[in-house]
């Protein structure tokens, strides 16, 4: 059974970073394509990263969070991470993490509908 838990959402103010991270227990870690995703009450859940899990990653990131979030993974620890920089009240959300067993190491999967397990969520609320 796979299972995976976030961690690492509070309250912080505008510009501030913050970093998540999910563990991931059960299956085989190394081969598995990651992602978080975000959703707000009302609203569909979206992407917000996803990395492969090739020796060297590939990774995808919406347009909104480019160039302030980075995802990576650490194969010994079973663990992705979402480093958040210079937040904006924009990315008030709760964050989820996702994995799906893939064959090709190469792919990154930017979609809901790709992942097979997913965990309960961590909210991350940024304040004006």
């Known amino acids: 059974q796979v299972q995976l838990i976030e961690s690492g959402g509070t309250l912080v103010q505008t510009g501030d970073s913050l970093k998540l991270s999910c563990v991931v227990s059960g299956g085989t870690f190394r081969n598995y394509a990651l992602g978080w995703f975000r959703q707000v009450p009302a609203k569909e859940r979206e992407v917000v990263a996803a990395i492969s899990w090739s020796g060297t990653p590939s990774t995808y990131y919406s347009d909104s969070v480019k160039g302030r979030f980075t995802i990576s993974r650490d194969n010994a620890k079973n663990t992705v991470f979402l480093q958040m920089n210079d937040l904006k009240a924009d990315d008030t959300a709760k964050y989820y993490c996702?994995?799906?067993?893939?064959?090709?190491?190469?792919?990154?999967?930017?979609?809901?509908?790709?992942?097979?397990?997913w965990g309960q969520g961590t909210q991350v609320t940024v304040s004006s």
């Open positions: 996702a994995a799906d067993y893939r064959r090709d190491s190469l792919v990154v999967l930017a979609s809901t509908r790709d992942y097979t397990y």
